[in-house]
């Protein structure tokens, strides 16, 4: 690692003023963050730590909307009797994140603020239509996510909380890499205010992504037969080592159907 | 330099470390103890786990500054002053769950924090999926399952002696 000045603020607004340094970095849980340091792939002069800002966590639900603080972890998600029981299947997805350390320091806002292309939790805030608050605004989740590891914030914005609307029925399946545990390929499907709404995850090349012809299938019929012949163009997707884009076209398909039958 | 001050195994700790110091090094070449371990240093093998304030982190991706004022607990303080073994490391021997031995006080760590968070108890793949951030290149995890079954029993206090491995 490269040396840096170490910083853990007490308030967002605190926070605030030390990101207005260009060359400062946020850090939530820093799982991302640390091994990239580490690596020497970005030296940032100053770490903020958001850690010690109490106003960033923690899980409300009120009025069909489950709201969730910024450096709420994954476990804390995936232990939450009140997320499982208004959003089951954001539960179950917190609790099949990396493993169970990384859980336990891994924050909701750093995996939807870094938008890494295997990511999980993109996937549920596109699906569910959820709405990403920070510092300055609240972002609709389909203007959020612009392409891999890039997202609507600006330099210095902190995602303080996402907004989730409960769906009448979601499920998340994923396909992992059986050596990293990453999704190769995840789909997340939701049917709820925001309407029919389907999000693939791991194997977009631009990130997490919209399914437009399976969305308009379920539409017109909520059921796993309803995907038969549904296809994924392969254009915009990833392919590498671990498998190619027609492989996570078919791989889609079948982690879709899926999760419709999971969601009941 | 920034100073960090914390507890280690529940003693007061105070050190001058960089912004950038790994709470690995703090333990390992400051503090000196060496049984937490390095093994990949990415995040992947859980040879350096710790419980800080009571959950397992790999302390080779937290700073040595974010532990200010937490309680780290690593291997070293697991048996008591008189030197009996925690449940989980009599089962780990009890049960031969290691063989050369480098990941066991990342496992042990783990598996303690994985038995805690589950009071009703855990089947043989429960443990094996709780493990996925721990690696172990020479056991096959076969006995390391067994192990943390049997300890499981005694710390949930359903037995009060460790059951005894096959002969």
């Given amino acids: 690692m490269y040396e840096f000045t170490y910083h853990r603020p007490g308030s967002v607004a605190d926070a605030v003023k030390l990101l207005a340094d260009p060359d400062a970095r946020a850090m939530s849980g820093g799982m991302t963050l640390i091994p990239t340091l580490k690596q020497r792939l970005a030296r940032p002069t100053a770490v903020v730590d958001l850690s010690g800002i109490g106003e960033l966590k923690g899980i409300t639900v009120s009025g069909g909307t489950v709201k969730i603080g910024g450096m709420t972890t994954h476990a804390t998600v995936a232990s939450s009797a009140d997320v499982a029981k208004a959003i089951p299947a954001l539960a179950k997805l917190a609790a099949h994140i990396g493993d169970a350390q990384v859980r336990n320091r891994g924050t909701m806002g750093g995996s939807v603020a870094n938008h890494d292309p295997a990511a999980d939790y993109p996937g549920a805030v596109l699906a569910l239509g959820a709405t990403v608050h920070t510092n300055t605004r609240a972002i609709a989740a389909d203007d959020f996510f612009n392409g891999m590891f890039s997202t609507a914030l600006e330099p210095g914005e902190i995602v303080t909380a996402i907004s989730f609307p409960v769906p009448e029925k979601a499920a998340y399946v994923k396909f992992p890499n059986p050596a990293s545990r990453y999704a190769m390929v995840g789909v997340f499907v939701a049917k709820g205010p925001a309407g029919v709404r389907v999000a693939v995850t791991g194997a977009g090349a631009n990130g997490v992504f919209r399914h437009a012809a399976m969305e308009a299938a379920l539409a017109k019929n909520w059921s796993a037969a309803a995907l038969d012949g549904v296809t994924t163009p392969v254009d915009d997707l990833n392919g590498d080592i671990h498998a190619s884009k027609e492989y996570r076209a078919h791989l889609i398909g079948v982690m879709a159907k899926r999760a419709v039958a999971a969601a009941g | ?167």
Avoid: W
């Avoid at chain 2, 989980?88 to 480098?102: K, N, P, W």
């Avoid at chain 2, 172990?136 to 499981?152: E, F, L, M, P, S």
């Fill in chain 2, 1 to 167: 330099m920034p100073q960090v001050s914390l507890k280690v195994n529940g003693k007061p700790v105070t050190a001058e470390v960089e912004g950038r110091t790994l709470l690995v090094d703090l333990l390992r070449e400051t503090l000196r103890l060496t049984g937490t371990h390095v093994g990949c240093d990415t995040s992947q093998c859980g040879a350096c786990v710790v419980h800080i304030d009571g959950e397992s982190v790999k302390a080779c991706t937290i700073l040595a500054v974010q532990v200010q004022g937490s309680d780290v607990l690593t291997i070293e303080g697991l048996a008591a002053a008189d030197g009996t073994l925690h449940p989980m490391q009599e089962a780990f021997r009890e049960y031969h769950a290691l063989q050369c031995g480098f990941c066991t006080p990342g496992m042990v760590m783990s598996a303690i924090d994985l038995v805690k968070k589950n009071p009703k108890g855990l089947s043989e793949q429960e443990i094996r999926e709780g493990l996925e951030g721990n690696l172990c290149r020479c056991t096959g995890y076969h006995n390391i399952v067994k192990a943390i079954d049997a300890a499981q029993q005694v710390m949930h206090g359903k037995v009060k002696e460790l059951p005894r491995a096959a002969e």
